[in-house]
């Protein structure tokens, strides 16, 4: 299910703290340029039992950032995804790169996850812009954040 900009039933507002105004872009770009990749991601945000209790701000940023930002809205989408079997790492999310004909909006297969390099443990809002930035924006895993699925 997309996600964008959705308000977390059940939260108190100051439970999104961490969500604040964002800029046009986390390059602060607002528009493609040469360094930017061309790739299609879905950002599958843990929702399951633990890290959905710590995960609804980092939702919403990177949603916000998304949403801000002409390039990524057209090649990133947020999906919530149930849970990655890491529990205690999070709040945790895979960067996933979509092919020709994968579903932005649909339920990753598991071996899909298992062969790409997209898994981000204990994500954070300075993590989070960088997964943004290098990853979504310019292609590039954020090889001291990223781990092995
Ligand atoms: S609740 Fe996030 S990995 Fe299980």
Known sequence: ???FARARAGRAPEDNAETEPVAASPSGA??????????????CVCDGPSCGLSSG???????????????????????DYGCF???????NLFVRALAEGDD?????PVE??????GFYPGVDAAACDR???EHC???QPVEDLVDDY
């Open 85 to 91: 079997g890491r529990c205690g790492e999070g709040p």
């Open 112 to 117: 899909q996850l298992l062969r790409q390099r």
């Open 137 to 139: 924006g310019r292609g």
């Open 1 to 3: 299910m997309l996600k």
């Open 30 to 43: 607002s528009a493609p340029d040469a360094d930017r990749s061309a790739a299609r991601f879905q950002l």
């Open 131 to 133: 997964l943004l930035e």
């Open 104 to 108: 932005p909006d649909g339920e990753p």
């Open 57 to 79: 701000p980092l939702r919403e940023r990177l949603a916000a950032r998304v949403a801000a930002d002409p390039d990524l809205a057209a090649r990133v989408r947020v999906y």
